[in-house]
């Protein structure tokens, strides 16, 4: 069974604030991938990462980066520098990869205002 | 960039009546799923769909649901009867390939239904 937990419902911050947003992980499979999506209040889901269970490289983009730590079962990710339009729901996932079916699953999601 | 669409953005209908939600998933992709999204929690799983059959499915998948792909490019959901409960965000998504080679599922916008 695979489980993925945010642990953090609803996080504030006021604009130029970096800010952490957590994810840790439970599969038995041996390979996997992870994912971030964005889910703006108008309800999409925006991807923003995928990082495969091979690769422990940390990743950055832009205010965006990432910190996979595969011995704590941990993908948490950090925006630096946050902006008002940073305010949306945060969904981590999981995903076997040794699967066709290849379904994910979600975080509870993290809810991250950004005040002016 | 190709992208997948779903229609309507926002259905309502009334308990016990029959829905059908479309999807066009991006075209050279092979598999494809439904997610839902009841109001305020998590992305679940539903079902996924490969070569015109079921793939996997979930526990809330029961056969009050089903999925059809009509023609070369549309993927439906069905919902012979719907209950109040089924009143969420529905997210088709379509991925090239699941499995070892993994690349990320593209979701669509989402169909809100609101069952009265």
């Known amino acids: 069974a695979q489980k993925v937990t945010q642990a953090q419902t609803e996080i504030s911050v006021v604009e130029k604030e970096d800010v952490t947003l957590d994810c840790v992980y439970e599969t038995r499979d041996t390979t996997y991938y992870l994912f971030w999506y964005k889910q703006p209040p108008s309800g999409e889901l925006v991807f923003l990462i995928r990082r495969n269970s091979f690769d422990e490289q940390n990743e950055i983009s832009g205010r965006y980066s990432w910190n996979f730590q595969k011995s704590t079962s941990s993908f948490n990710f950090t925006i630096t520098a946050s902006q008002v339009v940073d305010s949306a729901v945060y969904f981590c996932a999981l995903r076997p990869s040794n699967t066709n079916a290849g379904k994910s699953t979600f975080g509870d999601g993290t809810t991250l205002t950004v005040k002016p | 960039e190709p992208e997948v669409t779903q229609t309507p953005s926002h259905q309502v209908t009334q308990m016990g009546q029959e829905v059908i939600l479309r999807c066009v998933p991006i075209s050279n992709h092979l598999y494809f799923y439904w997610y839902r999204q009841i109001l305020g929690q998590k992305v679940e799983f539903l079902v996924s769909f490969y070569n015109n059959e079921i793939s996997e499915k979930s526990e809330i998948f029961d056969d009050q649901f089903s999925v059809e792909r009509p023609d070369g490019s549309n993927f439906t959901l069905k919902i012979r009867s719907t209950k109040l409960e089924d009143s969420a965000m529905y997210f088709c998504?379509?991925?090239?390939?699941?499995?070892?080679?993994?690349?990320?599922?593209?979701f669509g916008p989402g169909t809100r239904l609101t069952v009265t």
């Open positions: 998504a379509s991925s090239e390939s699941a499995g070892q080679g993994a690349y990320e599922q593209y």
